[in-house]
């Protein structure tokens, strides 16, 4: 067991890079499905997500992000720019 089996994460971004690494951190037990929130604006990518894996998903990413532990930007270079933007500083 990992010592991640505890951490809450959210993934923005469900496609080749958010869906691989989610698939990944389930397939090698790091971290349990239901401690996984993604989230995606096409629910495509959210459906096939959900049904491969059995992690949660919404099509907000305030929303799966608002309880993470660790939040995983895998959104497309043009839509991180605009959506960093947006984060608050630390």
Do not use: H, Y
């Not at 951490?7 to 790091?30: D, H």
């Not at 996984?36 to 096409?42: G, Q």
């Not at 929303?63 to 933007?85: I, M």
Request: hydrophobic share 45%.
């Amino acid at each position: 067991m990992s010592g991640l089996t505890e951490t809450r994460i959210a993934c923005l971004g469900s496609g080749i890079m958010g869906g691989l690494l989610v698939k990944r951190l389930v397939s090698a037990e790091a971290i349990p499905a239901a401690r996984i929130v993604c989230s995606d604006t096409e629910k495509a990518k959210l459906v096939a997500l959900r049904q491969a894996t059995d992690v949660q998903t919404t099509t907000g990413n305030a929303e799966a992000a608002a309880s993470a532990d660790v939040v995983l930007v895998a959104l497309p270079p043009p839509r991180c720019c605009r959506f960093s933007r947006r984060w608050p500083p630390v």
